[in-house]
């Protein structure tokens, strides 16, 4: 058996040091290093086995190349199918990220279920009575799906050989171990060298690939950063534990546009599809409570409208007011506060800030600024602003409204789920829906439009 010997590992880019320190010298990343273990020339011995598995390559003239082999295949699960703007490619790789709990296993066992063909559902966590139980509920128990409560590699891919499977789900990376690799699972060689293998059987058999990633406390990807480029898609799953919604995006994806947003419903049978995503986050809310607003946001290629919260309360002066933002960018919370003080002179110092987007979205746009705004000057006035209105538009520093994209597009939206007066920016051009356009080219223009009045 080959010595290890024990290195300090970066588990952002890869790279082994002999001693520790604060700060990788390789890739610059603070705090990454950690305890790991090496065989002699374990490195080179990954790399001739893995070269070993490649057929050797040749050279093509590029019109030759034939490029019908990555058409998607349809998954059957239309939200996945959206996000990955067709389906699963043959011989791709993707990674699945998401914190325990929220829905990983599901949503892969329904889309095992679903496959044209045999699929191999490789278990590395559950016990194959476990995932049984659970494929019963789910109405997964397909006479081509088979199940490998399995950990080691070598089995994995023995596996592969005798079903022949046109799609594998390894659940999860993390616990999977290669032992040629001589480092513990989970470990940043072990993950790095088991996607390698993967990565390499997929395209050598041209059967796609879903590896399962546990996310750590700050919500990136457990294992190097390598594992995300080695994936050709890395797809993450989030939501809230105590909400049914689960949110599906795509970090990257080498087949096609990475920004579309698939929802789904955590019901008693599984992940359900969410195809009116809109009137689902609208279902819960009360109309005519200050502080609240409804916000047309562009998801991927999709309108989404909804409802932003916010709530102020005086503190005693002296001590700094607390700003909690949720959905929303904290800077940007902060800036717009700025704005509210120096243009409309609406002054929250002395008062704590809470901003919330309801149903765990993220309003990653500028065109929610103006609807924050209304909601924060609506929630410390105390007066509601009309049910019936929606809020788009980019605040700038001079307290101007700016113009934003998809302006009919978030406006037949909310004129489809019966809003009928919108606040646009003055400068947007013409546009025919069915809801009352106000225009307004200045925050103050826009807090008069919406019957907010302020001492600015
Ligand atoms: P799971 O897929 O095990 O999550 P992960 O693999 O990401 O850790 O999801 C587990 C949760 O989902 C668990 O709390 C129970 C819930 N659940 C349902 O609500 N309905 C269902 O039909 C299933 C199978 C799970
Ligand atoms: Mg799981």
Not at 153 to 182: H, R, W, Y
Not at 379 to 405: C, H, K, M, S
Request: net charge negative; glycine share 12%; charged share 20%.
């Amino acid at each position: 058996m080959a010595k290890l010997k024990l290195v300090h590992r970066c588990s952002d880019c890869g790279t082994s040091f002999p001693k520790w320190s604060g700060r990788c010298l390789s890739c610059g990343a603070w705090n990454s290093l950690v305890e790991d273990v090496e065989g002699p020339d374990e490195s080179h011995a990954t790399l001739a086995a893995g070269l070993a598995l490649v057929p050797p390559g040749e050279a093509t003239p590029i019109g030759d190349v034939s490029s019908h082999e990555s058409d998607p295949v349809p998954t059957g699960i239309g939200e996945l199918d959206r996000v990955l703007g067709g389906g699963l490619v043959p011989g791709s790789v993707t990674l699945l990220g998401g914190e325990p709990g929220i829905g990983k296993s599901t949503l892969l066992l329904q889309l095992l279920a679903g496959a044209t063909g045999p699929s191999l559902y490789v278990t590395a966590e559950e016990s194959a009575q476990q995932v049984r139980l659970r494929a019963d509920r789910l109405g997964a128990v397909s006479p081509s799906l088979w199940l490998l409560p399995e950990m080691s590699m070598p089995n994995i891919i023995a596996a592969i050989d005798k079903i022949s499977p046109s799609l594998v789900v390894i659940d999860s990376i993390q616990t999977v171990v290669d032992p040629e690799l001589g480092s513990a699972p989970g470990s940043v060689v072990q993950v790095r060298g088991c996607a390698h293998r993967l990565v390499q059987e997929a395209k050598r058999r041209n059967v796609s690939i879903v590896i399962v990633g546990h996310v750590t406390k700050e919500g990136g990807l457990a294992g190097p950063r390598v594992l995300e480029h080695v994936v050709d898609t890395v797809l993450s799953f989030e939501g809230e534990r105590h909400n049914a919604l689960r949110l599906l995006r795509a970090s990257k994806h080498r087949f096609g546009a990475n920004n579309e947003l698939g929802l789904f419903e955590m019901t008693e049978t599984g992940l359900q599809g969410v195809p009116d995503a809109s009137q689902l986050f609208l279902t819960d809310r009360r109309t005519g409570v200050p502080g609240s607003v409804v916000v047309p946001t562009i998801e991927g290629q999709r309108p989404l409208l909804v409802e932003l919260q916010t709530l102020t309360n005086p503190v005693n002066s002296g001590v700094p007011a607390r700003r909690s933002a949720q959905g929303v960018d904290h800077g940007r919370l902060s800036m717009l506060l700025a704005v509210l003080e120096r243009r409309a002179r609406v002054s929250l110092a002395a008062h704590e800030v809470y901003a919330s987007v309801v149903g765990g979205v993220k309003l990653g746009e500028p065109a929610a600024d103006l609807g924050l705004c209304l909601a924060l000057v609506s929630a410390i006035t105390n007066v509601p602003l009309p049910a019936d209105l929606v809020v788009i538009g980019e605040v700038g520093l001079a307290g101007e409204v700016r113009q934003v994209g998809h302006l009919g597009q978030r406006l037949n939206e909310a004129a489809r789920l019966g809003f009928s007066q919108a606040i646009v920016p003055a400068s947007a051009p013409d546009i025919n829906v069915g809801c009352t356009i106000r225009r307004a080219s200045t925050l103050n223009e826009a807090l008069a439009l919406a019957g907010l009045t302020t001492n600015g």
